[in-house]
């Protein structure tokens, strides 16, 4: 059974870079399988409040977050969820990246056997997770980064390895037509936040999902920053929803240099 799994680090990760093709491969038929390390504890609490903040309980945060992962898995069809249970790190100097507890801090070669063991169950063809830098930098993403290279080295499972990517030029463009509109974004786009074009090696047409990915993100209201996408017209929100970029890392089989189909050469 042709079988995707991406594993990524908190509750509505999965929408953004991989809601499209879990939709996508879902309804064509491949297995689908979400692997989730941690259980989003410093995401924003009720009525937005951040961690540390008085009124911020990390037991009813995670409660909520994986309430809304399941809402969300629904949406996306995604017919498996695996639940690894680590503890949310925080981003990057927050105090909840000096917790024993935390994710980024965890028995790496525990959580290296069990993401092996579900690709041993599993057997996917394809696995999907963030860069060395986790996209953008934080400790649970360059973790999972970590854990899943680690375990498909070990198991030698994967056909097909990728990391997700968002090209350099869609981010400034995004970024540019928000201030344009008056919407403040609260920050200042580094020059180099993104991924360069000429690293993209996979592209696939997700348009057909974006009302899907638009429901899935809709599912995380209580994280406003998840969020924030839908405040835009709603045809900007399609345009940011209609593709899924992708670095292919390695693999096994025969497939084009630049590719439409993360299954290609294995169908």
Known sequence: MLT????????DDEVMGTGGVFAKYAAEGVRTVLVTCTNGEQGD????????DPGHSEADVANQRLAELAESVGHLKIGHLELLGYHDS??????GNASPDAFTNADFDKAVAKVAALMEEYRPQVVVTYDENGNYGHPDHIQAHRVAVAAAEATGIPVKFYYTAIPRRIIQASYAAMKEQGKDPGWEL?????????????????HEQADAKIAALRAHASQGDSIALLSMPPEMQRMAMSTEHFIRVSTKVTAPDHEDDLFAGLR
């Open 4 to 11: 995707l799994m991406a594993v990524h680090a908190h509750p």
């Open 190 to 206: 580094p020059e180099d936040f993104g991924t360069p074009d000429e690293l993209i090696t996979s592209v696939v047409d997700t």
């Open 45 to 52: 609490g009720a009525g937005g409040v951040k961690p540390g």
């Open 90 to 95: 925080g981003m990057v100097g927050w105090a």
